[in-house]
């Protein structure tokens, strides 16, 4: 059974860190896209990064040279490194899978929630 | 990045009737395109991918049609479980983006 479980939220100060994980269960995360998406309470979805491939990576334009998302293959789990963090990176951040040879998300992460508050 | 403008934003309707949301891309995705229904305080579950192909396990009341910029979700007769909120999502070119979503309440 596919399961992805999000650790590494929490409250910190602006200009702060964090790293959220994602720890992947019923297949390996090397075999497909896995991606961070992010909303803010009360409002939509917003996809922040994919990495695909052997390394390739995209960035939502607002986080650019702030996140970097990475993966373990030997822990079999997907990270996003925060860096720099504003008030506006306040929001449930989501790991999702894609489905094998695909760019659409099938299985998600119940979410780890990011404040960014001093 | 490729925008995708849906609409309506809100849409009130009865359990029974037909609903249809409408989805616009700024350019061209083919048929690069997801549908996803989203209940409060959980993750997003995908309903239809390509445009038109619906997932497993997903009631066949739920169909996707459309390619290149104007696409469509209907729901084709509303049940109860399904007042929820609805985001298309593109993919283009190595870059992902939702659509600002559509809420489907109790009329």
């Known amino acids: 059974e596919v399961q992805l479980v999000e650790t590494g939220g929490g409250l910190i100060q602006p200009g702060g860190s964090l790293r959220l994980s994602c720890a992947a269960s019923?297949?390996?995360?090397?075999?497909?896209?896995m991606g961070w998406a992010r909303q803010a309470a009360g409002k939509g979805l917003e996809w922040v990064s994919v990495?695909?491939?052997?390394?390739?990576?995209y960035y939502i334009d607002s986080v650019k040279g702030r996140f970097t998302i990475s993966r373990d293959n030997s822990k079999n789990t997907l990270y996003l490194q925060l860096n720099s963090l504003r008030a506006e990176d306040t929001a449930v951040y989501y790991c999702a899978r894609a489905a094998a040879g695909t760019s659409f998300f099938d299985y998600w992460g119940q979410g780890t929630l990011v404040t960014v508050s001093s | 990045d490729i925008q995708m403008t849906q609409s309506p934003s809100t849409l009130s309707a009865s359990v029974g009737d037909r609903v249809t949301i409408t989805c616009r891309a700024s350019?061209?995705?083919?048929?690069?395109l997801a549908w996803y229904q989203q209940k409060p305080g959980k993750a997003p579950k995908l309903l239809i991918s390509k445009a038109s192909s619906l997932e497993s396990g997903v009631p066949s009341r739920f169909s996707g049609s459309g390619s290149g910029t104007e696409f469509t979700l209907t729901i084709s007769s509303l049940q109860p479980d399904d007042f929820a909120t609805y985001y298309c999502?593109?993919?283009?070119?190595?870059?992902?983006?939702f659509g600002q979503g559509t809420k489907v309440e109790i009329k």
């Open positions: 019923g297949f390996t995360v090397s075999s497909n896209y």
């Open positions: 999502q593109q993919y283009d070119n190595y870059s992902w983006t």
């Open positions: 350019q061209s995705i083919s048929s690069w």
């Open positions: 990495i695909y491939g052997a390394a390739g990576t």
